[in-house]
């Protein structure tokens, strides 16, 4: 996966301990580069020399731009002239101030390292108070468990940024009938985030599909099945099952491979005799993030979750239920989550739960084909991109995995909720989704990246959504 490109320049002054900085420094560089190995978040280019007067910094700038830098760490070696740092801002990167500890507690201060970055910051966030400066303070000697976290954490949350400026994501058909909530204008995914839209005929897939001829299909028909733990499926149905994913492949490879939205329902069971949530979660499950009902901003926000766990499986589920009792919430879908996601009685292949010759009110015969499965346990964290892109909602908990039953499909009970970093009971959880009006598709990945999420937003200007505690009266929705 691609990695974030960064740069480290290191500030001084004569008047304090430049030999003493300049060690320091040199430290850095090799901490740096061990890190950028050990995450593989990130490539570092270093000006190797401690930059003194404002010619060097216009040099040093320079350099760092030549090398496409995405986001510059600004290293105090000691407290410095201001001017230094104009030469940086013009970059027009994110920028990383980071100051360093004090050597001794008593005499003449060495470095004057704390001061230096204050009055960066000063300077960024008061003299060019007409220009947004995006900047982040930093303080630890490398190597630092708090300071390394700190740097992850923005690692993570630039390189998911990149990550969306260079993708594309397909839709196949259109929003599915009746889902008015997830109407979307490309205009405002390609304008806040560079992620460009690309449009796929269903009739085109529909084509292919019924006249595909190729032997790589029965190789994905014995993947498919070695991946379940059991199956309740016709052999004929992983056939077409295993077409349909042939050809959304191709469909999202054409495009680089981002994101794929899918207008799953009632399209394909009517055209194509067939219940896609196996397919989705195979194409889910193999790293292409894949939405159904057509949910755009849904499958953007699972990239997201992908790109900032390093290439995690997310899920797209419903809010179907909430416990009062134990506090806890049931996220539910058809069933088209990734087979990674399964609990220890694994991944069962299982008709549709309303759709197909078991549900006594559907009258469809085709292949009615869903990954049965429970979450299993473990943090997972909750994100959508919201309010046209504005805004993102930022959740967590952890699964309970097979000790509470759920229905069928795709399902797992979550507890230990929260929002954002505000502990949250599940009326109120469910009480902060229904009074800001989020949409009713909840993208889903393991771990837990709320503080990433939290700086992705900040670095973008979404508002995070803050928790509304539940209460009898109404509350109005916030725009």
């Not at 491979?257 to 005799?273: K, M, N, Q, S, V």
Request: net charge negative.
């Amino acid at each position: 996966m691609r990695k974030l490109k960064v740069g480290l320049v290191g500030l001084c002054q004569p008047n304090f301990n430049v030999p003493l900085g300049r060690e320091i420094y040199n430290r850095s560089v090799t901490f740096m580069e061990r890190l950028g190995v050990e995450t593989q978040e990130f490539g570092l280019f270093a000006i190797p020399s401690l930059v003194a007067t404002p010619e060097e910094a216009r040099t040093a700038a320079k350099k760092l731009k030549d090398e496409g830098i995405e986001f510059l760490l600004i290293q105090h070696a000691t407290l410095s002239s201001g001017e230094l740092v104009f030469p940086f801002v013009e970059m027009d990167v994110p920028l990383g101030l980071w100051a360093l500890p004090e050597p001794t507690l008593s005499g003449t201060i060495p470095l004057g390292s704390l001061i230096g970055m204050n009055l960066c910051s000063g300077i960024l966030g008061r003299y060019f108070k007409d220009k947004t400066v995006r900047f982040k303070w930093f303080f630890g000697a490398p190597g630092e468990a708090a300071l390394v976290r700190r740097l992850v954490t923005s690692f993570r949350a630039l390189k998911a940024i990149e990550l969306l400026k260079g993708s594309c994501i397909t839709l196949i058909g259109e929003v599915a009938p009746g889902f008015y909530s997830l109407h979307f204008d490309p205009r405002d995914i390609y304008v806040r985030f560079g992620t460009k839209v690309a449009f796929g005929e269903f009739c085109e897939l529909k084509e292919r599909v019924l006249s595909l001829d190729v032997p790589e299909v029965f190789a994905i028909v014995k993947e498919m099945q070695e991946m379940g733990s059991g199956s309740l499926i016709d052999e004929k149905d992983f056939e077409k099952a295993a077409r349909v994913y042939f050809v959304l492949r191709e469909m999202a490879e054409r495009h680089g491979y981002g994101g794929l939205a899918i207008e799953c329902w009632p399209r394909f069971y009517r055209e194509l005799d067939l219940v896609p949530c196996s397919v989705i979660g195979f194409l889910n499950e193999k790293g292409i993030a894949t939405a159904c009902e057509g949910d755009v901003w849904g499958v953007l926000s699972m990239m997201l979750l992908n790109y900032l766990s390093g290439g995690g499986r997310s899920t797209l589920m419903d809010l179907a239920m909430f416990d009062n009792v134990d506090d806890s919430i049931l996220f539910w879908h058809c069933g088209p989550t990734a087979a990674c996601w399964a609990s220890g009685r694994g991944l069962i292949y299982a008709p549709h739960c309303n759709i197909g010759e078991g549900v006594p009110w559907s009258s469809f015969k085709g292949a009615s084909m869903v990954n049965d499965l429970v979450l299993r346990e473990g943090e997972i964290t909750i994100a959508r991109i919201t309010k046209d892109g504005k805004k993102i909602f930022v959740g967590s908990g952890r699964s309970v995995g097979e000790r509470k039953p759920g229905y069928d499909g795709s399902r797992g009970w979550v507890e230990e909720l929260y929002v954002g970093r505000e502990r949250s009971t599940a009326p109120d959880f469910v009480n902060t989704v229904m009074v800001h009006g989020v949409e009713h598709h909840f993208p889903i990945v393991m771990g837990n990246l709320v503080e990433e999420l939290m700086e992705f937003g900040n670095w973008l200007g979404l508002e995070v959504l803050p928790l509304v505690p539940y209460a009898v009266h109404y509350q109005k929705p916030r725009e």
